[in-house]
């Protein structure tokens, strides 16, 4: 049961344009949503994150955006450079009911199965 | 800040064989996590330690897979046997405890295992 997916393997872009990589969600739950990137033989690295009470965040090059009704998050990157070729994951969690019910289950995460992005010079 | 350690980077186990990863978390982050990450797919969790206790193992396949946290720091993740549906990059991370800050995890560069 795939609840977190990322339906394009792979983008390429040239450098100063926009990427747009895409994820989408099935469990209505899910209140938190992060983007990491990893480049080869190393651990991903946490990038930019959405509350489910937002439906923008921005830091610097890169926003995502979250639409609630459509389970569907996006991540932006303006303008990309070659330096962001890299596998990009979308993760979702249950941050707001775990914590409501004083659970255990802070920092779980689902992760989406990858996109490998390339941005040419 | 020193980033999370792990060894040995890379191993190759015939099936059936023991193995074993060992992880250091950022100095102290009372949260660590080991996760599966199988080529083509996104990390998944196998167990959370919220200081030296477990929180979440309900994916670990506990009739081969152990995972353990002395002391809350330094934790140790065991296959015995191996099959070779095991072969994946085992990542282990950390993070901080509570809230948010919990959601943001800092990875280890992870241990290629290869079963044959």
């Known amino acids: 049961d795939q609840q977190v997916k990322q339906n394009s393997p792979s983008l390429s872009v040239q450098e100063g344009r926009i990427s747009i990589l895409n994820c989408d969600y099935t469990?209505?739950?899910?209140?938190?949503f992060l983007w990491y990137k990893k480049y080869p033989a190393e651990g991903p690295t946490f990038l930019i994150s959405?509350?489910?009470?937002?439906d923008k965040n921005e830091d610097g090059r890169f926003t995502v955006f979250l639409n609630k009704s459509a389970k569907h998050l996006s991540l932006h990157i303006v303008p990309s450079q070659p330096g962001d070729s890299a596998v990009y994951f979308c993760?979702?969690?249950?941050?707001?009911?775990?914590?409501?019910?004083?659970?255990?289950?802070?920092?779980?995460?689902?992760f989406g199965q990858g996109t490998i992005l390339t941005v040419h010079p | 800040e020193a980033g999370v350690a792990q060894s040995p980077r890379y191993k190759i186990i015939e099936k059936r064989q023991s193995v074993a990863f060992w992880c250091n978390p950022i100095?102290?982050?009372?949260?660590l996590y080991w996760y599966q990450q199988i080529l083509g797919q996104g990390p998944k969790l196998l167990i959370q330690?919220?200081?030296?206790?477990?929180?979440?193992d309900s994916q670990l396949p506990k009739d081969r897979f152990s995972a353990e946290r002395l002391k809350g720091v330094d934790s140790t993740l065991k296959i015995q046997p191996a099959k070779l549906e095991d072969s994946a990059v085992y990542l282990c991370?950390?993070?901080?405890?509570?809230?948010?800050?919990?959601?943001?995890?800092?990875f280890g560069p992870g241990t290629r295992l290869t079963v044959t």
């Open positions: 469990n209505s739950m899910f209140d938190y």
């Open positions: 959405i509350s489910s009470i937002k």
């Open positions: 991370a950390s993070s901080r405890r509570g809230g948010l800050l919990a959601h943001e995890q800092y």
């Open positions: 993760a979702a969690s249950l941050y707001l009911l775990s914590s409501n019910a004083g659970g255990t289950s802070y920092g779980k995460l689902t």
């Open positions: 100095s102290g982050h009372a949260t």
């Open positions: 330690f919220q200081n030296n206790g477990v929180v979440d």
